[in-house]
């Protein structure tokens, strides 16, 4: 079955203790990417990726750290994660990168809560 | 910059009814718009994908339609049913290299519709 798979589903965590998200595609996708959703503000993009070891910044980067060594994972890292990073984060993936010509897949997310 | 509107934000009907979801964008500028559905704590899923060259597209109950020199979309859904409650989302995609980012879909707020048994 494809799928856009994240991990943790869910997590509780305090500020400054460094956690990653797993984001894992079956697809062989091109482009993936990492949003954050907040109520009021919407889907924002924290950074994005175009292929292997290509990676560059979304609307709101501040916080957070992304690698891409292999083509289907691409996860995010919160080195000193703050209250303000609490939101639910979703992966995303599509087959085509420049330009999104096509649908884009996304995970069933992540919420992250920084006490 | 592309800003991306949908009115309403919440929208509540009896179940059997047609409606329609309305999406606005600043920018004409887009090489396709998608509808994409979510469910509560859930993930979007993608629902229909428009290319900039068409003027709607169909599925099942469903049909979007795309006016790109008038920056509107609309997602028609016929005969609703409970099921059919979500958040629906439109979301666009730049022309390459027309200034904005080329890698980067830019979303509505979406509209929350609970369908009524």
């Known amino acids: 079955e494809a799928q856009v798979t994240q991990n943790p589903r869910y997590l509780i965590t305090v500020t400054g203790k460094k956690l990653t998200v797993t984001c894992s595609q079956n697809?062989?996708?091109?482009?993936m990417s990492w949003y954050r959703q907040d109520p009021g503000l919407g889907l924002r993009q924290i950074y994005y990726?175009?292929?292997?070891?290509?990676?560059d910044k979304g609307d709101v980067p501040e916080g957070y750290k992304v690698s891409r060594k292999e083509k289907r994972n691409f996860p995010l890292i919160l080195e000193s994660p703050s209250p303000n990073q609490t939101s639910l984060y979703f992966c995303?993936?599509?087959?085509?990168?420049?330009?999104?010509?096509?649908?884009?897949?996304f995970g069933e997310g992540s919420r992250l809560t920084v006490l | 910059k592309q800003e991306v509107t949908q009115i309403p934000a919440a929208l509540s009907v009896p179940e059997g009814e047609n409606l329609v979801l309305n999406c606005s964008f600043t920018?004409?500028?887009?090489?396709?718009l998608q509808w994409f559905r979510q469910d509560p704590g859930k993930g979007l899923t993608s629902l229909l994908l428009?290319?900039?060259?068409?003027r709607e597209q169909t599925s099942g109950r469903l049909n979007a339609s795309l006016d790109k020199s008038s920056g509107r979309s609309t997602l028609y859904i016929a005969a609703s049913q409970p099921g059919d409650s979500a958040t629906y989302l439109c979301?666009?995609?730049?022309?390459?290299?027309?200034?904005?980012?080329?890698?980067?879909?830019?979303f509505g707020k979406g509209t929350l519709l609970t369908v009524n048994p």
């Open positions: 920018d004409s500028a887009i090489y396709n």
């Open positions: 995303a993936s599509s087959f085509s990168s420049f330009p999104l010509t096509g649908e884009l897949f």
């Open positions: 979301a666009v995609s730049p022309i390459p290299n027309s200034g904005g980012s080329n890698y980067k879909l830019t």
């Open positions: 990726s175009m292929n292997v070891e290509v990676t």
């Open positions: 428009i290319q900039s060259s068409q």
């Open positions: 697809m062989n996708h091109e482009y």
